[in-house]
T-cell receptor
Framework: NAGVTQTPKFQVLKTGQSMTLQCAQD?????MYWYRQDPGMGLRLIYY???????DKGEVPNGYNVSRLNKREFSLRLESAAPSQTSVYFC??????????????FGPGTRLTVT | GESVGLHLPTLSVQEGDNSIINCAYS??????FIWYKQESGKGPQFIID?????DKRQGQRVTVLLNKTVKHLSLQIAATQPGDSAVYFC????????????????FGQGTILTVHP
């Protein structure tokens, strides 16, 4: 199993450009999440999807949109990138098949710089 | 809003010593706590969890203690090894009805643990 995969690993955008971050999991998990991590900080939840077909806002949703394409895939879109969105983005998944109910498995991250 | 934070941002220990990483939380309704380890350039990795109805839980070389009276959480690592060097985060899941079902975590700021050989 690959676990949680994210693409791309690195991305540089100019202000106003758009892009989509891709995430996929092969653990048959119901729930998926997008976080951002700023330097020296913990992770903050952007959006989550409790199950296929549903999405909800997290702590910092402004400037982002998400799509739960199917059970495996959960994408994050920046419609008009801003320098404040420079961060490392992590996708995670969890499900009752995990070792613990709330254990989340994280991808390797996407390092995004907006100039 | 509610938050989870750490007392010490950095901790340096000698190999073989025991390490204690602390975390304070402010949401008294928190139902569940998790410790994560994050190595440089990687995503967080689950270490151990504890429910709010427990005071202590042990894993392999790690112990988590929960003191609900003072809203304090700690992670103890026994016989710390160089491979334990990482950033450690505590995270909590709040207690409001319907808020725990999907694992919406609130992360603390993190503690950098450095283990010297």
């Amino acid at each position: 199993n690959a676990g949680v995969t994210q693409t791309p690993k690195f991305q540089v955008l100019k202000t106003g450009q758009s892009m989509t971050l891709q995430c996929a999991q092969d653990m048959n998990h119901n729930s998926m999440y997008w976080y951002r991590q700023d330097p020296g900080m913990g992770l903050r939840l952007i959006y989550y999807s409790a199950s296929e077909g549903t999405t909800d806002k997290g702590e910092v949703p402004n400037g982002y949109n998400v799509s739960r394409l199917n059970k495996r895939e959960f994408s994050l879109r920046l419609e008009s990138a801003a320098p404040s969105q420079t961060s490392v983005y992590f996708c995670a998944s969890s499900g009752r098949t995990s070792g613990t109910l709330y254990e989340q498995y994280f991808g390797p991250g996407t390092r995004l710089t907006v100039t | 809003g509610e938050s989870v934070g750490l007392h010490l941002p950095t901790l340096s220990v000698q190999e073989g010593d025991n390490s204690i990483i602390n975390c304070a939380y402010s949401n008294s309704a928190s139902d569940y706590f998790i410790w994560y380890k994050q190595e440089s350039g990687k995503g967080p990795q689950f270490i151990i969890d504890i429910r709010s109805n427990m005071d202590k839980r042990q894993g392999q070389r790690v112990t988590v203690l929960l003191n609900k009276t003072v809203k304090h959480l700690s992670l103890q690592i026994a016989a710390t090894q160089p491979g334990d060097s990482a950033v450690y985060f505590c995270a909590e899941i709040g207690g409001p009805a319907g808020g725990t079902s999907y694992g919406k975590l609130t992360f603390g700021q993190g503690t950098i643990l450095t283990v010297h050989p």
